[in-house]
C-alpha cells in the first residue's frame, strides 16, 4: 500500500471517528425520562472487578478446561520433507 492510500485511509478513520462523537452528543442524558430510576453507582474496585477481573477468570477458565479436556496426542510440529529433521523424523518413524 503506498502513502497516499495509507494517508487517505488514516484521515477516512479518524473523520469517521470525530464525527460519530461529535453526533453523540451527551447534551440528551441531562433529562431524565418517565419511568427512569438509576441505581448507585460502582465504586473503582466494583468497575475493575466487573470489567476486568471477571472477564479474565472467565478466560482463564475456558482455557483451562481446553488444556484440561484436550485429547490429541501429537503435540510435536510437523517437519518439512527433505530436510534433516524431515529424514531424521522418518526414520525414527521406521524404527
Given at each position: 500500500m503506498d502513502k497516499k492510500?495509507?494517508?487517505r485511509a488514516g484521515a477516512l478513520a479518524a473523520g469517521t471517528t470525530l464525527m460519530m462523537?461529535?453526533?453523540?452528543?451527551?447534551a440528551?442524558?441531562?433529562?431524565?425520562?418517565?419511568?427512569?430510576?438509576p441505581g448507585n453507582g460502582l465504586s473503582v474496585a466494583e468497575t475493575l472487578g466487573l470489567y476486568v477481573l471477571c472477564p479474565l477468570a472467565l478466560f482463564a477458565i475456558i482455557a483451562g478446561?481446553?488444556?484440561a479436556l484436550d485429547k490429541s496426542k501429537d503435540r510435536a510440529p510437523k517437519a518439512k520433507p527433505g530436510t534433516k529433521a524431515g529424514a531424521k523424523a522418518t526414520a525414527?518413524?521406521?524404527v
Open positions: 492510500n495509507a494517508l462523537l461529535l453526533m453523540t452528543s451527551p440528551l442524558a441531562l433529562t431524565r425520562d418517565d419511568g427512569d430510576d478446561l481446553v488444556m525414527d518413524a521406521k
